[in-house]
């Protein structure tokens, strides 16, 4: 079936370096593509979110890439942080509907 | 401008009691998606309620139903509970009936089936 997943299951980072979480997804017809972070005992809270006629989209201190050629989605996070630690979610939905796929998510932890 | 809340926090159950959920949206949202996330997991998608209608549904039994009020909150109902069914049940809300709305969630409720 149609699934979205991550590379990197957790990832280490030095406080004000910069990270980078990635993902592929398998779905062709997705079409709206969102971030969510998690941080212990919380819900996903929302980062950043990108539709499929764009390629780059920035916020503050996040950036998102999609490259639709090989159905990649990335996350970059700029001079990371210690409340930047949390397991970050890419999740999809197609072009009609409001269904979200979520991938399996990758830990962030940042090392002082 | 409250967000997305849920009720109960936390639950215990035993296998093959029945459960239900809370979730109020935030403001001005009108749809209402619920999710089950398992420890260590994605959330999996369970429905969605549009107009106290459910317009989507994801792959799980009847056993998962659902309610949506005039008001927009909305109920997760899960009968004949399995040990299975432990895990972070969460609620996320939006605006519009039209397709690629962002939806914001709530903290969850925590259920444990013994």
């Known amino acids: 079936g149609e699934s979205v997943g991550l590379h990197l299951p957790t990832l280490s980072v030095q406080e004000g370096d910069n990270s980078i979480i990635n993902c592929a997804y398998s779905n062709s017809a997705s079409d709206y593509f969102i971030w969510y972070k998690q941080e212990s005992g919380k819900g996903p809270q929302f980062i950043i979110d990108?539709?499929?006629?764009?390629d780059k989209r920035q916020g503050q201190r996040v950036t998102v890439l999609l490259n639709k050629t090989v159905k990649h989605l990335s996350l970059q996070i700029a001079a990371t942080q210690p409340g930047d630690s949390a397991v970050y979610f890419c999740?999809?939905?197609?072009?009609?509907?409001?269904?979200?796929?979520f991938g399996g998510g990758t830990r962030v932890l940042v090392k002082p | 401008d409250a967000g997305v809340t849920q009720s109960p926090t936390h639950l215990i159950k035993t296998r093959g009691q029945q459960v239900t959920l809370r979730c109020s949206p935030k403001?001005?949202?009108?749809?209402v998606s619920w999710y089950q996330q398992a420890l260590g997991q994605g959330p999996q998608f369970i429905f969605q309620y549009y107009e106290e209608e459910e317009r989507q549904r994801g792959n799980f039994p009847d056993r998962f139903s659902g309610h949506q009020f005039p008001n927009y909150s909305s109920e997760l109902n899960v009968n004949a509970l399995l040990l299975g069914d432990s895990a972070l049940y969460l609620c996320a809300s939006s605006s519009g009936s039209g397709a690629q709305e962002t939806q914001y969630f709530g903290p969850g409720t925590r259920l444990l089936v013994l």
């Open positions: 999740a999809e939905t197609p072009a009609a509907g409001n269904k979200l796929t």
């Open positions: 990108i539709r499929s006629n764009m």
């Open positions: 403001s001005g949202h009108d749809t």
